[in-house]
């Protein structure tokens, strides 16, 4: 049974800054695409980002230079470090868990979590 748990959501002044985790368990790809998506209220999901098997990152155009997501190979939590945050980055985020490829709408298909929610006035 796939969990994803994540934490580090909350409210933050535009410029400021949040790191959200991502704890999976019980996850048995043999290869993992693994990363973040963000969905606004009246909005369509959008992939943050993403770390796939070969470790190649993708980043949404939208974020490049402000957030920096990574990988903890230990315990296998996936962080998401955002930084210069904006009013526009307000969304419920997930942390999603696939089989690759981390390509186009990936986490569409993918396992994920409960979410959590960031807001930035």
């Known amino acids: 049974h796939v969990q994803l748990v994540e934490s580090g959501g909350g409210s933050v002044q535009a410029g400021g800054s949040l790191r959200l985790s991502c704890a999976p368990s019980?996850?048995?790809?043999?290869?993992?695409?693994i990363g973040w998506f963000r969905q606004a209220p009246g909005e369509e999901r959008e992939e943050v980002a993403s770390?796939?098997?070969?470790?190649?990152?993708r980043y949404a155009d939208s974020v490049k230079g402000r957030f920096t997501i990574s990988q903890d190979i230990a315990n296998k939590t996936v962080y998401l470090q955002m930084d210069s945050l904006k009013p526009d980055d307000t969304a419920m985020y997930y942390c999603?868990?696939?089989?690759?490829?981390?390509?186009?709408?990936?986490?569409?298909?993918?396992?994920r979590g409960q979410g959590t929610q960031v807001t930035v006035s």
């Open positions: 999603a868990a696939s089989n690759p490829p981390c390509a186009g709408t990936w986490y569409r298909r993918a396992d």
């Open positions: 770390i796939g098997s070969d470790a190649r990152i």
């Open positions: 019980g996850l048995t790809y043999r290869r993992i695409c």
